[in-house]
């Protein structure tokens, strides 16, 4: 019995680490739109701010910048939907994962009105919650997320990409 105390905390150890940093792992997968001269400025402050730590501050410039282009997600839902992936991405780091799943999913939903279903546009959206459902214990939905996310890049890159390891490495530690 001794011996086994040891490898279960190791092994809730590492998951626990693990987890820890997924949220802030989401933050990578961040678009960098382009909207206007005017307001790039504006979204390069709200990634500022995120990777910062800073995410009460960056939530409320992201709330402002949708509400003064809530005309796009008609025009540009695309561009729309990427902004509201960002919001829903910010909202998960800030551990707010309930709501910040359903604001990713939200923005993937405009993103794919314009897009195939293997854009490799989607794969952020895709990853950032794939890893919101894997911080908070959706661990078969994260696993099947990260599958359609590895799928995209076997479309676009073959199935022995490179770019589909970060997806593989997240795919392996969903189970735990």
Excluded: C, W
């Excluded at 626990?16 to 402050?45: M, N």
């Amino acid at each position: 019995m001794s011996l086994r105390l040891p490898i279960v905390l190791l092994v809730v150890g590492v998951s626990t680490g693990f987890y820890a940093h997924a949220e802030q792992d989401a933050l990578a997968f961040l678009y960098s739109p382009s909207v206007s001269a005017e307001l790039d400025p504006l979204v390069d402050r709200i990634r500022i701010h995120a990777s910062n730590a800073e995410f009460e501050l960056s939530l409320t410039l992201s709330q402002t910048l949708l509400e003064q282009l809530e005309h796009l997600k008609i025009d540009q839902p695309v561009l729309y939907g990427q902004l509201v992936v960002n919001h829903g991405i910010i909202q998960s780091a800030s551990q707010d994962y309930d709501l910040g799943l359903s604001v990713i999913d939200e923005g993937l939903e405009l993103m794919e009105q314009r897009t195939n279903p293997f854009d490799e546009m989607l794969i952020n959206a895709i990853m950032a919650k794939g890893l919101t459902e894997l911080v908070s214990g959706k661990s078969e939905e994260a696993e099947d997320t990260f599958r359609h996310a590895q799928h995209i890049t076997h479309r676009h890159g073959g199935v022995y990409s490179k770019d589909q390891l970060p997806i593989v490495n997240y795919v392996t530690r969903a189970p735990l």
